[in-house]
Structures are given as C-alpha cells and as structure tokens.
C-alpha cells in the first residue's frame, strides 16, 4: 500500500502535473501587530499582539510606562468567521469581537478567565468592551 503510495506521488511529480496554491485561511487577516485596548485601561498601560502571516499570535506584549513584558508561546486559538474574531491565549486572556469593513479595528468584549486548582470551578473577570486595532 505504501509503496503504491509512493509510486503514483512519484509519477505525479515526474508526469508535470501541477500544485494548486492553498489560500491563506481566514485567520491571514490578523497578520502583523494590533494594539488591544479597553475603556478601562489607563494611558500607562497597553497590550500589544503580534501575529504571525497565519493569524497565530507570535508574542503579546504588556508596556507599563517604558518596561515592556513579552511573552511568547501564548497562542491557544484565533478564529475569523466571516467580520467576527475570536483571540483566546494561554494566559487566558479572551476577546470576541467584529471587524470593520476593511479589517483594520475589531470591536468587542474583553474577558480573562482563570481556573481555581484542584476544582473544576472556572471565574470569569470581564473586562468590558475593548478594541483591537491593527499598526500600519
């Protein structure tokens, strides 16, 4: 079965047959760097997402005065359903919202959730409406 595999790959590639290009998923949008707001937050304070040309989250950025903390590895999802996106990171920071018509903010709702050790009971901090906007 492998071998058969391989012989019809090896034909196909010998023959000239052609590769179809993948589009780039819905998630392509969030490419580049967004700064994540909420009415909340003061001046001082800012977070800021990187995402990579697939729309994961690459690093998030927390800038307090002139001290940046950066962390990477945090991506858990990025959903795009059409203007609606989903971010959820593995610090359990979590935003629902929905683009303008040119995908450049995404308004909507803050949220970070944590899980009490050794429970199954979840809490929820809402951190109210927040806006996502994306650098030039």
């Known amino acids: 079965m492998f071998c058969s595999l391989l012989s019809t790959l090896a ?70 359903d059409g203007s609606n996106v989903t971010i959820s990171t593995t610090t359990n920071l979590n935003f629902q919202g929905t683009f303008n018509d040119d995908f450049t903010v995404a308004t909507g709702k803050l949220s970070t959730e944590f899980l009490i050790p050794f429970t199954s009971t979840r809490i929820t901090i809402d951190q109210g409406d927040a806006t996502l906007t994306k650098r030039p």
Not at 41 to 53: E, I
Request: a negative charge; one cysteine or more; charged letters at 20%.
């Open 11 to 80: 034909w196909g590639l010998a023959s000239g047959c052609q590769t179809v290009p993948m589009a780039p998923p819905p998630e392509a949008v969030l490419a580049g760097t967004w700064d994540l707001a909420t009415d909340q937050d003061v001046d001082l304070t800012k977070t800021v997402l990187v995402f990579d040309q697939l729309g994961r989250i690459e690093e998030m950025r927390s800038v307090f005065l002139a001290i940046t903390v950066t962390e990477r590895d945090v991506h858990r999802s990025t959903v795009v």
